[in-house]
DNA sequence: CCGAAGTTTCAAAAAATATTGAAAGTTTAA
DNA sequence: TTAAACTTTCAATATTTTTTGAAACTTCGG
């Protein structure tokens, strides 16, 4: 397979992998393209190879920022903005975790808390299953949310290395 | 708060945090719906509940199945079928992770593996950038494969207990 | 201060996704 | 075998999400 075809297919792949994972699909493909490219691209270069428009382009890197993925470079005496991606896949794996537990394992805990009070006689069935089954979300919750943070913290030998042979 | 409230609550966040998980509001609510009722619905009672449509019903209820998330339940004696979820959340997430480790995962480690054989000197930085990008995706891809093959095997008591407390 | 180069915004259009509901299909009791 | 009860399908419709691109804005050298 020719680079040209294989930079095609990650990108495209990696776009549709994303919309799995609740990314949308540009913002993958933007992803995927600074990831496999040495240099920095302006917002130019990034429209042209992936065929979209300025607006959509500006956003998506923008949003790509905010997920900390990406990050502007200056480049001595140019006028233009750059864009380059974090090449070390385990810090960009990290910095999603982070982000995913920020947006919505929180809130989702937060939400738990309050509806595990609800009011009424724990004899009834009704009221017993509901409570029960918030309960052991959170319990869960609470479990992953340690974990991610050991993972956060951790460097990637820790998870490719030896320890995790312990559960094998 | 009081329990019905409480349950509109759950059902309506269980179905927003859904669509960020490329779950659809519907399935998610669904699911939701048949987490907190103790005792098995028929396809009308959910219909009458979420306010969805008879079809909407009908496919996003095959769906759970397929994901093996809810079953079939013929109570004797009735002739309608009635649906009830697995209530142990433990069981419930081994079973969403191996369902997408199947879906997700295994088909990008196939793709990844054809990219990496790409054609190209190693010596052009972006032949060079493209292959380190894809092999380090693919080593962590593997590690992720292995360490969700312990979690699916393992009980809950292996998540939540003492073993995990080797990484604090 | 001017204007060219570059960036951002956002209303409108397009595309993708989910939902409806009526018709077709299936099962079962008598 | 019939018909009532129940389930499934799917073309049309509605909703949501994404994308476009032109206009507004910002920055900077001269």
Redo the contacts between chains.
């Keep these: 397979?020719?680079?040209t075809e294989?930079?095609q297919?990650?990108i495209s792949?990696w776009g549709a992998?994303g919309?799995?994972?609740?990314i949308n699909r540009t913002m993958a493909q933007i992803h995927a393209l600074l990831?496999?490219?040495?240099d920095p691209l302006t917002q130019d270069d990034i429209m042209d190879e992936l065929n979209i428009s300025r607006g959509n382009t500006n956003m998506n890197i923008r949003e790509l920022i905010n997920w900390g993925l990406v990050e502007r470079v200056l480049l001595t005496g140019e006028r233009k903005e750059y864009f380059s991606a974090e090449?070390?896949?385990?810090k960009v794996?990290k910095q999603i975790v982070k982000e995913?537990k920020k947006r919505?394992l929180e809130p989702?805990m937060k939400?738990l808390d309050?509806?595990e009070?609800?009011?009424?006689d724990k004899r009834d069935?009704?009221?017993?299953?509901?409570i029960?089954?918030?309960s052991?979300?959170k319990?869960?919750g609470k479990?992953a949310d340690?974990?991610l943070d050991?993972m956060i913290r951790?460097e990637?030998s820790?998870?490719?290395g030896s320890i995790?042979k312990m559960?094998?």
Excluded at 35 to 38: A, D, H, K, R, S
Excluded at 87 to 90: G, L, N, P, S, V
């Design positions: 397979m020719k680079l294989a930079k297919q990650f792949s992998f919309t799995h994972w609740g990831l496999i490219t040495p090449k070390d896949i385990w794996i995913r919505e989702m939400l309050q509806l009070e609800v009011e009424g069935k009704h009221v017993k299953t509901f029960d089954t918030v052991s979300i319990k869960l479990q340690k974990t050991v951790a990637e820790w998870f490719v995790m559960f094998k």
